[in-house]
Every structure is written in structure tokens, then in C-alpha cells.
């Protein structure tokens, strides 16, 4: 089979969630696809800044691509299951203090020769003309297609849902694939997660409140005025990281929820598959089908869904293992996002 670009027969996906809810064991079963690149944690390293500009060069886009920005300095200083780069490996050309973005995980997750992946990526990317930022990722995408053999790209990052809009308008002809979990185990999964508790505790003092701003349209200039403050803000300032509670995470949760209620209520139906993480683990096989019918029926494989059922490890809930009035206060935080998603409370 031919390889088909963005404008062709199947259109590119992106994986949308809150984060905290199995979006990377999604990325893990697409990953074993022979047909699928599966894109993990690309926008979540790389950021929005390019979209600040309706044209880039290829050397602007090398240097994103290439050099870390101050938040992710930050967030480097702590362990993360997501960062794939393998740091303490003896032949490792980089440490965390200087590690591409794209090697955090991006790369690793592709190919178990990144480096020299990397190598090869530099100059093609570096010889993209000047175009729209779009543009720039659609042509790197594609390579990335062409050099594994694969057909479609599915891009999956953390707490994507706080750039869907941005994502959406910039590739219109994408469909999403919206994932969620019971808030309650989401909120506490937030809860041990330093980059989550990072931005949790950020909204107790920044000036600007994302979740706020984005119950209005005005989405792209809410996302980059959101995106500059994180990147001048946390990693300079003391943050009330010990002051949180769990009650603050299902807020955060319930508030991205009702975001995406109102982003894809612009969406086709069809345009928009929703996966139930509880789903996936209770009947693997029929929901690794569904996802892989909707992204296109003709990636239906019996024996490659057969093996990817096996990738879903059962996890037990931790909720009901919280004091009752823990609970309750993390219930009624994450309230209006359950009742949205059809959860019983």
C-alpha cells in the first residue's frame, strides 16, 4: 500500500485527554501498528510557540525542535515515566541538562537508535522552506511515515485537551480519538504527578487562569498567553506544591471536561471517537478494534489486535481506599465533569 499524506484517504488522529488516563498504553498498542506511526509526547515537549508566527524557516523550527526551553529545564529535574531517552545508558550522547525535546520521548518511542534517527532528521528538517507552522509538522510527519513505512500518524500528548482547539483549527482535517477515565482515579494519578502538581499549584498564583479563559472562544490567544506564563513563571517562582489537595486535581480534571464537551460538540460525529479507559481494560480486543476501524477499517488486522490486547494491564482503583470524607470532596469536585461523561457518583 502506497503511502497516503494528510489530504488522502485517512486523515491524521489526535489522541485527546486530560492526561493521567492512559493516553501513553494508547500510544504503547498503536506503536506495535506496522502501519501506524504513533507520535507520543510531541506537542506536550515541543509546545505552542510556533504557532505564535504564520510562517517559520526550517532552521526555526530545528532550533524547537533541537534546544530546550526553561519549563521543560524544570520539569527535567524530576523523574518521569513518559521521558523515554535513556539517560543513564553508557553510551548516552545527552544528559537532562541538555536533551532535545524531541529525544525526550518522541524519538525513543520511534526507533531504538534515536541518536542516529536524530542525526538523520536534522537536515531535512533544516532544509523545510518558510510555511506555516502546520505545515512544518504535517512535512515531518510525513517523513516520519515514509522513513518507517507507515500509512497515518496518531499524535498523542499529556493534558492535550488544553490545546485542542489550537490543534484542531490548525489541521482541520484531523479526527480525535477522546479518551477519559473516572476523574476520581484521574485527580489522584494527577496527584503523584510532578509536572501535574506543577500546574496545578501554578493556578493558586498566576494571573492568568486557563481553565477560566477557556470557557470562551478565544482559544489560540488563551493558549499562548497561558503557554508564556508557564514558560516565564514556574520555573523561577516558589510554588504552593504543599498546599494542594485532592479536591484541586478533580477541579483541574472537571474543568478540561467541560472544555472538551464544548470542543467537540463543533466536531462531526464522525469525526470524534470516545474511549472509556475502563472500557479498555474490561473487553481489550473490541476497543483496540474500535480505535483501529475508526483511525481506517483498512489497518484491521485479527493478529495484531490480538497481540496488542495483551499491552492493557488490569489497575486497580484507588478511590475507595480514601477516608470517606476524602471522598466526598473529591466526588463533588469532580462532579460536573462525571456527570457529563455518563459516570455514576
Not at 530545528?62 to 519549563?71: E, G, M, P, Y
Not at 499491552?311 to 463533588?332: G, M, V, Y
Amino acid at each position: 500500500m502506497s503511502l497516503l499524506h494528510p489530504t488522502d484517504d485517512i486523515r491524521p488522529v489526535f489522541v485527546l485527554s486530560t492526561g493521567r488516563c492512559g493516553s501513553t498504553m494508547v500510544s504503547n498498542i498503536l506503536n506495535t501498528h506496522p502501519r501506524v506511526l504513533s507520535v507520543s509526547e510531541f506537542f506536550s515537549v515541543t509546545g505552542l510557540a510556533a504557532f505564535r508566527r504564520r510562517k517559520r524557516s526550517g532552521q526555526w523550527m530545528w532550533r524547537l525542535f533541537s534546544r530546550q526551553n526553561a519549563a521543560l529545564r524544570f520539569q527535567l529535574q524530576y523523574e518521569y515515566e513518559e521521558t523515554l531517552y535513556p539517560f543513564d545508558h553508557p553510551g548516552a550522547r545527552f544528559t537532562r541538562a541538555d536533551v532535545p525535546p524531541i529525544m525526550c520521548a518522541t524519538l525513543p518511542h520511534l526507533t531504538g537508535h534515536p541518536e542516529a534517527l536524530y542525526d538523520e532528521l536534522e537536515p531535512v528538517v533544516r532544509g523545510f522552506p518558510k510555511q506555516p507552522p502546520a505545515d512544518h509538522y504535517r512535512q515531518l510527519f510525513t517523513w516520519l511515515c515514509q522513513r518507517f513505512n507507515r500509512d497515518v500518524w496518531v499524535e498523542r500528548s499529556g493534558p492535550s485537551l488544553m490545546w485542542g482547539y489550537t490543534m484542531l483549527r490548525q489541521f482541520p482535517e484531523a479526527r480525535v480519538i477522546h479518551l477519559y477515565r473516572d476523574g476520581r482515579d484521574t485527580a489522584m494519578s494527577m496527584s503523584r504527578h510532578h509536572a501535574f502538581r506543577m500546574a496545578v499549584a501554578s493556578l493558586r498564583t498566576s494571573p492568568i487562569h486557563p481553565l477560566k479563559l477557556l470557557r470562551h472562544d478565544r482559544t489560540w490567544e488563551t493558549l499562548m498567553l497561558w503557554q508564556s506564563a508557564i514558560d516565564r513563571f514556574v520555573p523561577f517562582r516558589r510554588l504552593p506544591l504543599d498546599k494542594l489537595e485532592l479536591a484541586d486535581f478533580g477541579t483541574f480534571w472537571s474543568g478540561l471536561v467541560e472544555h472538551s464537551t464544548r470542543l467537540f460538540d463543533r466536531l462531526p460525529s464522525e469525526s470524534v471517537l470516545n474511549v472509556k479507559f475502563e472500557d479498555i481494560q474490561a473487553d481489550p480486543e473490541s476497543e483496540i478494534r474500535r480505535l483501529i476501524r475508526f483511525i481506517s477499517p483498512a489497518l484491521e488486522d485479527d493478529v495484531w489486535i490480538q497481540e496488542a490486547s495483551s499491552i492493557p494491564q488490569p489497575t486497580r482503583s484507588r478511590f475507595t481506599q480514601l477516608e470517606r470524607h476524602e471522598q466526598t470532596a473529591l466526588t463533588e469536585a469532580c462532579r460536573p465533569g462525571l456527570e457529563q461523561l455518563g459516570y455514576s457518583i
